[in-house]
C-alpha cells in the first residue's frame, strides 16, 4: 500500500499530541516487526502495529485514521513487553483512541448493544469496552 | 385585613434585618439576612413560575448552586432551606435534562440485568464523585451507582432513600448518568419484587375476602348511634404497657 | 494473617462462582478476611493516557478504603482488578506530583501515599500462605483430570504488577500442579482472550478465544483453568458462538481456578456453585467422581 511522504503530509501537531498523551517517544522506534508478530488482533486490523509507528514517525495523519488499529485493539499489552525499544506500544494506541475519543466521537454506543447482550456479559466487559471505545 | 402582632414582629425583624450583598445570576442585590435564597430572590423582585414548588426541602424544584468568595468550591442547597450568605454568587438549576428508560414495570422481575438493560451508560461511572458532592439531601450518590454496578439493588433503595430528584447529580456527572433515575427504579423493583412480603397481611386479606369479618360489620352498620356509641366507649384496648404477648379477652376476630 | 479483601462489581452477579468459591477456600485454609465494607467499581482498566488523572480517582479511592480499615494488604480475585488497583497503587507510590494532584481532588477523602499492597489470590498463595503449606490440605487431588491453566493478559503485562514472567510464567502451573491435577502447557495460555472487544469486535474477540481453545485441546486439556471474569465470558459461555461459527469447535470445561482448589480441598460442591459453569464442566467431573 503506497504513502505519500512530503513536509506537506506530516502532521506535526498529531505527532506532538500522540506523544503528550502516551508520553512515548516512537521515533525509537526501528521497524522490527516484533510487534505486529505479537499482536493477537493481527487478523482483524487494518495495519500492524509496526506500520502504526511508521505512520506515526511521518505524522501521516490521514493513514492512522483509516487505520482500524486503536478500535480493534484489546489493550493486551503483549507489544509493550516485548518491544526491544521500550516503547509502550499499548499507550500509544490509547492515544490514538483518545484523540478521537476527546473530541466527542464515540467508537461504539451503549444505548445499541442488544439488550440480551447488556444482560449477558459480565459488568467488567461494559465497564472496560465504554472507558476504551466512548468518550 | 387585619395583621397579628405575630406578622407585625416579623415584618420589624424583616426591615431591621442587616442588608447583606448577593449575586443573583452575577447582578448584585441587597437582601435581608435572615431570608431563605427562595424568599430573598422573591424581596429583590423576582417572581417564580418554575424553580418552585413545595417551599418545604422535599419536592426537589429549587436547587440552587452557588459559589463564595475566596472559595474555589461549589455549594448547592434548595433555596427554600438555604439562608442567604454574604457575597453568595448563585443561580438556580430548576432543571436539567435527564433521560429516563420507558419500561413496563410489570414485564421486570426486580433482576439487576434488568437495570443494566435499560441504564447501559451506569458502567460509564468513574467514581469522581461530583454528584454526591453536589447533593443538597447529602445522599451518597456515588455509592448508590457503585451498589447497581455489583447488582445490589436494595442496598441502593437504602442509599437513594432521601432522594428528591433535583437534577444535580445528573447536571455534574463526568459519565452523563442519569442517576436519580436510576435510583427510582431500584426504588421502584426493591418495594415491588424484593422486599420481603408482609405475611400476616396476606393472612389479613384473605380472611377478610373469605367472609370473616362480614358479619360483625353489618352488625354495626345496622346499629343505630347509641349502640355504637357504647360499643366504642366500651371496647377493650390494648394497654400501652403491654408486652408482646398481650391478648384481648374477645378472641373472636383473631 | 488479616486482608482487606475487594471483590469488583462482577463477583457478586456473573463471577458468584469465583467469588462463593474463594471465600470457602479462604476459611478452610484459615485466612481472616474481611470484605471491605465500603467500595466502588474500580474501573476495570488501568488509564494509559499520561495526562488522564480523573480514571485514577476510582482504584485510589478503593486503596483508601483499604487504609481506613487499618489494613496494608488487599486481597483480589478478578484478574482485571488486581490489574487495574495494583497499577494506580505504583501510580501512587513512585509518582509525586501526580499524587499530589489526585490527593489534592479528593478532597473529601484522606490523603493516599501509596501504603497498601494489591495481591492477587494467586500470588497471595504462593507468597504469603505457600504452597508447601497448601499441599497437605489437599484431600480429594485432582488426580488424573488434565487442566490447562490459562493466565490471559492482566496477571502478567505489564511487568510492574506481573505475578510471574510474562513470557514464561509458572505460578498457575504450580498452583494446577498442587491440586494434584496433570498440568498441561499450552503455548496460548498467555495469548489475549479479547476482553473488552467482545463489545466492539466481537468477531475478533470470537476467534482469538476459539483459536485459545483449540490450541489447549490440540496440547491435550480437558479443562482449562481461569481467573478473569471476562475470559470465562469470552471463553466459556461464548463457546456456544464457536460451535456455531466454526466447524470442529469442542465443548471445553471451563473453571475458575477457586472451583478446582474448592474441590480439592474437599469443600462441599455447592459452594462452588457449579450450576454457573458450563454444562460440560459439570458433567466432567462427574465422570471424574469429583461431584
Known amino acids: 500500500m503506497p504513502i505519500f511522504i512530503s513536509t506537506r503530509e506530516s502532521d506535526d501537531q498529531l505527532r506532538k499530541k500522540v506523544m503528550e498523551i502516551s508520553g512515548q517517544n516512537f521515533q525509537q522506534c526501528y521497524q522490527c516487526g516484533t510487534c505486529s508478530g505479537s499482536c493477537p488482533m493481527a487478523d482483524h486490523i487494518t495495519v500492524f502495529p509496526r506500520r502504526i509507528m511508521a505512520l506515526l514517525q511521518l505524522g501521516n495523519r490521514k493513514a492512522l485514521e483509516e487505520a482500524n488499529t486503536p478500535w480493534v485493539c484489546a489493550s493486551c499489552h503483549t507489544c509493550m513487553v516485548r518491544c526491544p525499544r521500550g516503547i509502550d506500544i499499548t499507550k500509544v494506541m490509547e492515544a490514538l483512541r483518545l484523540i478521537k475519543l476527546r473530541q466527542n466521537i464515540d467508537h461504539i454506543e451503549p444505548k445499541k448493544l442488544k439488550p440480551e447482550q447488556v444482560a449477558d456479559m459480565p459488568q467488567i466487559a461494559m465497564v472496560s469496552g465504554f472507558r476504551k471505545m466512548t468518550s | 385585613m387585619s395583621t397579628t402582632t405575630d406578622d407585625k414582629e416579623t415584618q420589624s425583624a424583616a426591615i431591621e434585618a442587616r442588608l447583606i450583598p448577593i449575586y443573583i445570576m452575577g447582578k448584585k442585590y441587597e437582601v435581608p439576612e435572615t431570608l431563605t435564597i427562595m424568599k430573598a430572590m422573591e424581596y429583590a423582585g ?33 433555596a427554600c432551606q438555604t439562608v442567604v450568605e454574604p457575597d453568595m454568587y448563585l443561580t438556580q438549576l430548576p432543571f436539567y435534562p435527564a433521560m429516563r428508560a420507558t419500561y413496563n414495570f410489570h414485564d421486570l422481575e426486580g433482576k439487576p440485568e434488568e437495570i443494566f438493560e435499560l441504564y447501559q451508560e451506569l458502567f460509564r461511572c468513574v467514581a469522581c464523585n461530583a454528584c454526591s458532592k453536589v447533593c443538597p439531601m447529602d445522599v451518597e450518590v456515588m455509592d448508590y451507582i457503585a451498589a447497581l454496578k455489583r447488582g445490589d439493588i436494595r442496598a441502593a433503595a437504602k442509599i437513594s432513600f432521601d432522594c428528591i430528584q433535583c437534577g444535580l447529580c445528573a447536571s455534574r456527572c463526568m459519565g452523563e448518568l442519569p442517576q436519580y433515575h436510576i435510583a427510582q427504579l431500584a426504588r421502584r423493583l426493591n418495594g415491588a419484587y424484593l422486599t420481603p412480603r408482609a405475611e400476616h397481611l396476606k393472612t389479613m386479606v384473605a380472611n377478610i375476602q373469605a367472609g370473616r369479618y ?27 404497657t403491654a408486652g408482646e404477648d398481650w391478648t384481648p379477652k374477645d378472641a373472636t376476630y383473631l | 494473617m488479616k486482608i482487606a479483601y475487594y471483590p469488583g462489581c462482577t463477583l457478586k452477579t456473573k463471577a458468584k462462582n469465583l467469588e462463593t468459591s474463594a471465600l470457602a477456600c479462604l476459611d478452610a485454609l484459615g485466612v481472616e478476611y474481611e470484605e471491605l465494607p465500603r467500595w466502588n467499581c474500580c474501573g476495570a482498566v488501568f488509564s494509559l493516557a499520561d495526562d488522564d488523572l480523573i480514571h485514577m480517582v476510582a482504584p485510589v479511592r478503593d486503596l483508601i478504603r483499604v487504609q481506613e480499615r487499618g489494613e496494608d494488604t488487599v486481597l483480589t480475585l478478578c484478574s482485571m482488578c488486581y490489574n487495574t488497583l495494583a497499577r494506580a497503587n505504583d501510580l501512587m507510590k513512585n509518582d509525586a506530583e501526580k499524587r499530589k494532584t489526585i490527593n489534592d481532588f479528593m478532597d473529601e477523602e484522606p490523603d493516599y501515599e501509596g501504603n497498601v499492597k494489591v495481591v492477587h489470590f494467586l500470588d497471595f498463595i504462593r507468597d504469603s ?40 510464567p509458572q505460578v498457575f502451573h504450580q498452583f494446577i500442579a498442587a491440586l494434584g491435577a496433570e498440568v498441561i502447557d499450552f503455548p496460548s495460555a498467555t495469548k489475549c482472550c479479547g476482553a473488552y472487544q467482545v463489545l466492539g469486535a466481537p468477531d475478533a474477540a470470537l476467534q482469538v478465544s476459539y483459536e485459545i481453545i483449540s490450541d489447549a485441546v490440540k496440547h491435550g486439556a480437558e479443562a ?66 469429583m461431584i
Do not use: W
Open chain 3, 224 to 289: 482449562l483453568a481461569l481467573t478473569c471474569p471476562l475470559c470465562d465470558y469470552n471463553m466459556g459461555k461464548r463457546q456456544d458462538q464457536m460451535f456455531e461459527k466454526y466447524e470442529g469447535a469442542k465443548d471445553m470445561p471451563v473453571y475458575y481456578f477457586t472451583q478446582l482448589l474448592a474441590l480439592a480441598l474437599g469443600i462441599p460442591a455447592d459452594a462452588s456453585h457449579l450450576e454457573l459453569n458450563r454444562e460440560s464442566a459439570r458433567e466432567l467431573l462427574k465422570t471424574k467422581s
Open chain 2, 46 to 78: 423576582y417572581k417564580y413560575i418554575r424553580g418552585c414548588g413545595c417551599r418545604g426541602g422535599v419536592c426537589g424544584a429549587c436547587s440552587t448552586v452557588y459559589r463564595k468568595p475566596n472559595d474555589y468550591k461549589i455549594y448547592t442547597g434548595l
Open chain 2, 214 to 240: 362480614n358479619d360483625a360489620l353489618n352488625n354495626l352498620k345496622a346499629s343505630n348511634e347509641d349502640t355504637l356509641k357504647k360499643l366504642y366507649t366500651g371496647r377493650e384496648m390494648e394497654p400501652a
Open chain 3, 129 to 168: 500462605y505457600g504452597f508447601d503449606k497448601l499441599k497437605p490440605k489437599i484431600t480429594k487431588p485432582l488426580t488424573g483430570m488434565k487442566v490447562a491453566p490459562y493466565y490471559g493478559c492482566t496477571l502478567l503485562r505489564p511487568k510492574e504488577v506481573a505475578l510471574d514472567r510474562p513470557d514464561n
